[in-house]
């Protein structure tokens, strides 16, 4: 008798000692205090964002920032939980700077990744490779986006719409694409030095003015527009732009 009286007793201080544990991790202690970030996005990414959100039509399409892997992606099942638990580790703490889905279903349609100079670091280049792999024995089409100071906004859209159709996305399942290097990445350095924006400090890009006695007219627009609205009006020798089409604000 004494002996069950025993086990009962210890299964009670175990459960109190378990909910007491629970609610120590629950809640922030002394040691254990946060911050909050001020953005969720980098400069560099936050003006991308703006020039993404143009280029594509928001009624058909979504762009979600910053989405863990293990959110698009899952480890293909085997049978071996040691096995799957692994390839799930591979994936949980890495993230993808933007996720294109369809509006209505949010489907997941395309992957971009923003590479900036970090990415030709020996360590970069083979956490890059990885998720390539990944992406491509998943059936998810990659886009790398080479990180600018200047990015020609029609040129952006051709190549998003590309990827974006279905039938063309066969094409482009064995590697990522890039956005074409004749274009918006290889211009004259007082292009690539874009001005700040006068009003966020976010990265410019080069548009046209599209009707009135100004019509044809280059400036620099804020590449967070429509919820930026800063321009500088002195754009410099873009004469090797008149051949392309330059988006009108």
């Not at 009707?211 to 280059?218: P, T």
Request: aromatic fraction near 6%; glycine fraction near 4%; charge should be neutral.
């Amino acid at each position: 008798m004494n002996s069950w009286i025993l086990i009962v007793v210890s299964i009670v201080v175990l459960l109190f000692l378990g909910r007491l544990i629970r609610s120590n991790l629950s809640q922030p202690s002394a040691d254990l205090a946060y911050e909050a970030k001020s953005t969720l996005l980098t400069k560099a990414e936050r003006s991308f964002y703006g020039v993404l959100s143009q280029a594509l039509d928001s009624t058909k399409y979504s762009i979600f920032a910053q989405v863990r892997m293990a959110d698009i992606l899952e480890p293909a099942k085997t049978g071996s939980r040691s096995h799957w638990q692994k390839a799930f580790n591979q994936i949980s703490s890495k993230h993808c700077d933007f996720v294109i889905c369809d509006a209505d279903t949010t489907n997941i349609r395309l992957i971009i990744e923003l590479d900036d100079s970090s990415h030709k670091k020996a360590k970069r280049v083979s956490r890059d490779d990885f998720i390539n792999e990944a992406f491509k024995q998943a059936g998810l089409p990659l886009m790398r986006v080479p990180a600018s100071r200047a990015y020609i906004l029609n040129d952006l859209r051709i190549e998003l719409l590309s990827l974006l159709d279905p039938q063309i996305n066969l094409k482009h399942a064995d590697e990522p694409a890039e956005l074409n290097k004749g274009s918006a990445l290889e211009v004259p350095p007082e292009i690539e030095q874009s001005p700040d924006c006068p009003k966020c400090g976010g990265v410019m890009v080069i548009r046209a003015v599209s009707k009135g006695n100004n019509a044809g007219s280059k400036f620099w627009g804020c590449a967070a527009f429509p919820k930026c609205r800063g321009i500088v009006s002195n754009v410099p020798q873009l004469n090797f732009l008149e051949s392309n089409n330059v988006e009108p604000m």
